[in-house]
C-alpha cells in the first residue's frame, strides 16, 4: 500500500513563526504536492515538485516556500506565518508517467494549522 | 474561470436511496481525465472513480457510477443505495493532458458535503 505521511495532524503557531510541514511517501513516487483545502474553495495547489530540487509554482504560492532534498520527502515552509495561513494543509505524490492521464495522486492525512 | 464547479455545497439523501452529485469542467483539451474522490472526517482523500474524455462507457466501480456527458461538459457521480458511511465531503477533479508538467496535476472543485439520514 502506498503510504503518504505528514509530520502534524494538529499544528498551532503564532503569527511570524517560521512554520516547516512535511511530507514522506514510500513508493519512490518522482511527483509531490502541497495543497491548501479552505470551505468552499475546495484543494488549490501550492507547489509541484516533479523530481529532486525541481519544483513549480502551482495557484497561490505567495506566502510559501518548498523544499525537496530527497526524493521520498517534500517540505513545506511558511516563511512568516499569517492568520490568512490557517488552514488544511495535504500532501500528494503520484508517479510520473509520460502519456498516460490516468494515475492516481495519493494523499496524506492532512495537517491542520492554526495561526494565531 | 473556474475549471471544476460544483454547485452544490450540500445534499441530504435518505439511507439506501440514489443521490447525484453534480460536477461541470471547462477544459479545450481534447485528452483529459474526470476524477471523483472522497473525504470522510477524518481528513483522508479516497479515490472513487475515473472516467478518461475518450473512454465511450460510462465508468462504474461498485456502488459508484461517473454519468459522463462531453457535450455538456458534465461528470456528475451518482452514488447508489446510499449508506450512512457514505456521509463525507466529494470532490470532483480533472487533469488535462496540457504540456510539461501541466499534465501532471489535478484541479479540484469546490466539493459538495453529502449527509446519508438514516
Known sequence: DVKVTQSSRYLVKRTGEKVFLECVQDMDHENMFWYRQDPGLGLRLIYFSYDVKMKEKGDIPEGYSVSREKKERFSLILESASTNQTSMYLCASSYRPRLAIFYEQYFGPGTRLTVT | ?118
Do not use: H
Open chain 2, 1 to 118: 474561470a473556474q475549471k471544476i464547479t460544483q454547485t452544490q455545497p450540500g445534499m441530504f439523501v435518505q439511507e439506501k436511496e440514489a443521490v447525484t452529485l453534480d460536477c461541470t469542467y471547462d477544459t479545450s483539451d481534447q485528452s483529459y481525465g474526470l476524477f471523483w474522490y472522497k473525504q470522510p472526517s477524518s481528513g483522508e482523500m479516497i479515490f472513487l472513480i475515473y472516467q478518461g474524455s475518450y473512454d465511450e462507457q460510462n465508468a462504474t466501480e461498485g456502488r459508484y457510477s461517473l454519468n459522463f456527458q462531453k457535450a455538456r461538459k458534465s461528470a456528475n457521480l451518482v452514488i447508489s443505495a446510499s449508506q450512512l458511511g457514505d456521509s463525507a465531503m466529494y470532490f470532483c477533479a480533472m487533469r488535462e493532458r496540457g504540456g510539461n508538467n501541466a499534465g501532471n496535476m489535478l484541479t479540484f472543485g469546490g466539493g459538495t458535503r453529502l449527509m446519508v439520514k438514516p
